[in-house]
């Protein structure tokens, strides 16, 4: 299994950034996705869900703002980040749901004030 998470990056308050996580190793189409954040000190948890009929759910604390997406010929999970705050900060992970052991690198987001 290979979950390999891009797209974080250092963005102000307000702003936007993109995330992007390519799998392999696993039956992508099969499986319901998910993006994951943890921040310091903190437990991690689901930010965004995606299942294979490509229904979406989300926490109340990024419903609005947050976008998961999936591209299935590409075994790709896409989540679009919109009116960032900077209790977003974190480090950003794919996996499926409910989440495999491996984790992969994720990327880190860091929202500035």
């Known amino acids: 299994v290979q979950l390999q998470a891009s797209g974080g990056g250092l963005v102000q308050a307000g702003g936007s950034l993109r995330l992007s996580c390519e799998a392999s190793?696993?039956?992508?189409?099969?499986?319901?996705m998910g993006w994951y954040r943890q921040a310091p000190g903190k437990e991690r948890e689901l930010v965004a869900r995606?299942?294979?009929?490509?229904?979406?759910t989300y926490p109340d604390s990024v419903k609005g703002r947050f976008t998961i997406s999936r591209e299935n010929a590409k075994n790709t999970v896409l989540l679009q980040m919109n009116s960032l705050k900077p209790e977003d900060t974190a480090v950003y992970y794919c996996n499926k749901v409910p989440p495999y052991h491996y984790w992969g690198q994720g990327t880190l987001v860091t929202v500035s004030s």
């Open positions: 190793g696993i039956p992508f189409y099969w499986n319901v």
């Open positions: 995606i299942d294979i009929g490509s229904r979406t």
